[in-house]
């Protein structure tokens, strides 16, 4: 007898809510659910990842479309961009989640994120900023740098500059999403109350009328 599959929903990559108040823990929750039947990942496809980075303005409007165009026609640049993005995102969400729980990140996640952001490193060039020199790419000479080459930036200055004592995973169940408490009394527990908030108080109350 054959179990019939429902299809997985559409991804959400250009609309999903950026709650992480950093770009490269807002990558990370691009796939939240793991290892439980809520399971979603929305980075499915090449073109995925274009959408997210429009969405979260990591690469400009005109520089993200025609990415989206290019790896649509380029059947290795969307391998390579899907390749390095899973890397990328496997490794942020790993040494977040670690350091969430006050654990040590894996050495295999520091490993891989130091190679992505190595080799974005390598095809970029410093240009001067307003306040500070940046770092810049070209996204038609270097198209899977130039979209991953911000984020991979973003989590190398989060790791090694920010406040790790800061650094959440969500106390929904089921849901893994990683954020940074910038709260005054750095307490934040959900990745957004109206969501996993809600659903928390929603089960302490269904349990507390089941007991009574």
């Not at 200055?157 to 009394?185: M, P, Q, V």
Request: hydrophobic residues 40%; positive net charge.
């Amino acid at each position: 007898m054959k179990v019939s599959t429902s299809p997985p929903p559409p991804s959400r990559a250009g609309s999903l809510d950026l709650i992480a108040d950093d770009l490269a823990l807002d990558f990370a929750n691009t796939e939240s659910g793991r290892g439980f039947p809520s399971h979603e990942n929305h980075l499915r496809e090449a073109e995925h990842v274009a959408q997210w980075l429009k969405h979260a303005k990591a690469l400009p409007a005109e520089d993200a479309d025609w990415l989206k165009g290019e790896v649509s026609k380029r059947a290795d640049l969307a391998a390579d961009l899907m390749t390095q993005a899973i890397a990328l995102r496997e490794a942020i969400h790993d040494i977040g989640a670690a350091l969430g729980r006050r654990s040590k990140p894996p050495a295999a996640s520091l490993a891989d994120l130091s190679a992505v952001h190595a080799r974005c490193v390598a095809k970029a060039s410093l240009a001067p900023g307003v306040l500070s020199c940046r770092w810049r790419w070209s996204v038609r000479a270097a198209p899977v740098e130039a979209a991953l080459g911000p984020i991979a930036l973003a989590a190398v200055k989060l790791f090694t500059e920010g406040d790790l004592h800061r650094i959440r995973e969500c106390d929904g169940h089921a849901c893994g999403w990683l954020f940074y408490d910038r709260s005054k009394n750095n307490r934040r527990r959900w990745c957004e109350m109206e969501v996993c908030g809600n659903r928390a108080k929603q089960r302490r109350l269904t349990a507390r009328r089941r007991a009574d």
